[in-house]
């Protein structure tokens, strides 16, 4: 898990985006306020959810000085296709092998019905300018967790 005040671990992913698909560095942001969202997949009620509540609000967190990029394992043709069905605006990066969803903590046990299984915990981690992490959602629930991420984010200098 990672922790606030340490650095964030770098990655490069394939990603869509506002100029359409593109690799993602972490790193190549900086200077920007950077919000990673992990999620469990495309296109389901409340990744879908999430994802509108971030899309809605993209110009706010650009004017924050921030930008939202949502991970999760699907491919790079399905986050085109999600981002496409429903007009996304934020940037989608696939981790396929789970490399990156490993590194932040994310990937861990999970139950439904009495069955355990391993997949994505909806988390955001909120990185400073310099790289560093400034904030750590885990077990998020989608109802206001962009407005709340957001005033966040507009708190970070």
Do not use: N
Request: charged share 25%.
């Amino acid at each position: 898990m990672i922790a606030i005040g340490e650095t964030a671990p770098d990655f490069t992913l394939p990603a869509t985006g506002p100029d359409g698909e593109a690799p993602l560095t972490l790193s190549a942001l900086r200077p920007a306020k950077v919000v990673l969202y992990f999620y469990p997949k495309d296109d389901t009620p409340g990744c879908t959810t999430e994802a509108l509540d971030f899309t809605r609000l993209a110009a706010e967190f650009e004017a924050a000085g921030a930008v939202v990029v949502g991970i999760s394992k699907d491919s790079l043709a399905r986050h085109c296709k999600f981002t496409a069905k429903h007009g996304l605006t934020i940037r989608l990066a696939s981790d396929e092998e789970g490399d990156t969803c490993e590194r932040y903590g994310v990937w861990r046990e999970k139950s439904m019905y009495g069955k355990t299984f391993m997949g994505i915990e909806r988390s955001t981690v909120v990185i400073d300018g310099t790289g560093k992490v400034a904030a750590h959602w885990t077990k998020v629930k989608v109802a206001g967790h962009a407005e709340e991420v957001l005033e966040k984010v507009r708190q970070i200098v």
